[in-house]
């Protein structure tokens, strides 16, 4: 749950809270109360004791809850935009209307002719109906563009375009109710079953509309299921198709740029990196000036496709123009900052890492509540592999201990790549050196961290265990990364 909902942007998850406020009656229900915790990067563990201690049922119902709230409000919040749109169409149509009441007819049937236009251009099938409509009840008129054999063969194109568009509005209502009862199986087969049931062909040529809706659907099951490469070949299939048998018109720009994000993400954790870039590259054509924080997340993502492509320089040069070209610091850097801190590291150039660090000026408190607990704990451990490094062996000391009394209940629970253990084969590595490259401490380590699910693909995981593992084996970090990268 935590990691859908870290998915939103920064303005999503303020519209988030407002959403779930409407729904409920109190400002601090449970369900408030979850997402704020989660937003602050609080651990499912300690989020249950807080609100729910011992009742595992309640807490399990909780979720369930502010889960289905998600995907609601991700829905609606994917046809904000066209609403504004169907009601031009719908004025167009109001107008025409009353002009044929007041014998306006030439000007009603300019109108109307408006109404058929921009319903066509937004792929709004159900309002073309009533356009027909509208053509049919006037057709007697002299003035009437349109014979009643055109209006049959109009008429039934588009009821063939509707129908499409509705088995695909069943197709992705059946695929939420899937994911949200989840339990196992492969999204592939997911989206066969959901295709199938509705005699929907994956050949059908989605609207740009419902293929956004799409790929918000596809980007949530590919998180629910892992399984990202086969969510993003069908994304990409439904795109094409879409691109070779729609005409385009710069109004789908916002759509068509989430959609290539989306494959850019989903092409990353199959760590098929070029195809990624290829995606944030036609991504970042249509993002918006104003938009800074989706610009940088798309140049962070280049960066870090690039590091794994075995182009390190180049990846540190493109966030270095990202910080040297604001014009003063801001939250929306934090992340490129760590980013470029992870890849100087890689490259031992540990004193570009120690100036970048002076970026991070605030407390802790601040990053855990602006970025997450998460993100604040991987700065921490990166900051103290860095005086590990600079032989600040004191410094170490005292930082791993803050370190464990700070994160003591987040650290208690991690899964993948757990800290603790973590944090225990840096003291034992700091206090016994020579141990580092025996078979038992291998062996140790090796059973202790596993990186065979797609899922633990975690930029900063993997350079904490590369970093271990590089001085077990004895090679440089960075040649261990991509083994890593590329097992």
């Known amino acids: 749950m935590s990691i859908f909902i870290n998915c939103l942007s920064s303005e999503e998850k303020k519209e988030f809270l407002i959403y779930l406020q409407t729904r409920n009656k109190s400002l601090v229900s449970p369900n408030i109360k979850y997402v704020r915790a989660i937003y602050k990067g609080e651990t499912e563990h300690s989020i249950k004791d807080e609100l729910y201690a011992s009742n595992d049922a309640a807490f399990r119902a909780l979720k369930k809850r502010v889960a289905d709230a998600l995907i609601d409000f991700i829905a609606e919040n994917t046809f904000k935009n066209e609403i504004s749109e169907d009601l031009e169409t719908i004025k167009y149509l109001s107008v025409s209307q009353r002009l044929f009441k007041q014998g306006l007819t030439k000007h009603g049937f300019k109108i109307l002719k408006k109404a058929e236009l921009k319903a066509l251009e937004i792929d709004q099938y159900t309002i073309l109906s009533e356009v027909y409509h ?51 199986g492969i999204l592939e087969d997911l989206l066969s079953d959901a295709f199938n049931k509705f005699d929907v062909s ?41 691109i070779a048998s729609k005409t385009y018109h710069s109004r789908y720009d916002e759509r068509l740029g989430d959609i290539y994000f989306v494959l850019a993400k989903l092409y990353f954790r199959s760590k098929a990196f070029k195809k990624s870039n290829q995606f944030v590259e036609k991504s970042l054509k249509y993002a918006n000036n104003i938009n800074r ?23 540190i040069e493109l966030l270095e123009e990202v910080i040297n070209n604001a014009k003063k610091w801001s939250d929306d850097l934090l992340h490129v900052n760590l980013s470029l801190i992870v890849f100087h590291f890689q490259q031992g150039n540990f004193k570009a890492v120690a100036k970048l660090f002076a970026h991070f000026y605030r407390t802790e408190k601040y990053y855990e509540n602006q970025m997450g607990v998460n993100w604040t704990a991987s700065k921490s451990l990166i900051e103290i592999l860095l005086h590990i490094e600079l032989e600040n062996i004191d410094y170490v000391a005292a930082r791993i201990k803050s370190f464990k009394r700070r994160y003591k209940k987040y650290l208690s629970v991690i899964d993948d790549g757990n800290p603790v253990v973590y944090l225990q084969f840096i003291e034992h590595y700091l206090n016994n050196p020579q141990d580092t490259t025996t078979d038992k401490f291998k062996q140790k380590v090796e059973a202790s961290f596993s990186w065979e699910n797609e899922a633990a693909f975690d930029v900063f995981q993997i350079a904490f265990y590369a970093w271990l593992k590089a001085k077990m084996e004895n090679i440089s970090l960075y040649d261990m990364t991509l083994q890593l990268v590329n097992n």
């Open 293 to 315: 924080d989706r610009i940088h997340k798309l140049l962070v993502l280049k960066a870090q496709n690039l590091n794994y492509l075995n182009k390190p320089n180049e990846a």
């Open 202 to 242: 994956v050949d059908d040529v989605f609207s740009y509309r419902s293929l956004h809706s799409l790929s918000q659907i596809i980007n949530y099951g590919a998180l629910v299921t892992n399984d990202y490469h086969s969510a993003a070949l069908f994304l990409e299939n439904s795109l094409i198709q879409t």
């Open 134 to 184: 509208s053509y049919i009840t006037y057709a007697p008129l002299k003035e009437s563009p349109y014979t009643l054999d055109d209006l049959l063969v109009l008429i039934e194109e588009n009821q063939k375009k509707l129908l499409v568009e509705e088995r695909f509005n069943l197709v992705s209502s059946y695929l939420k109710i899937k994911l949200k009862n989840y339990n196992e």
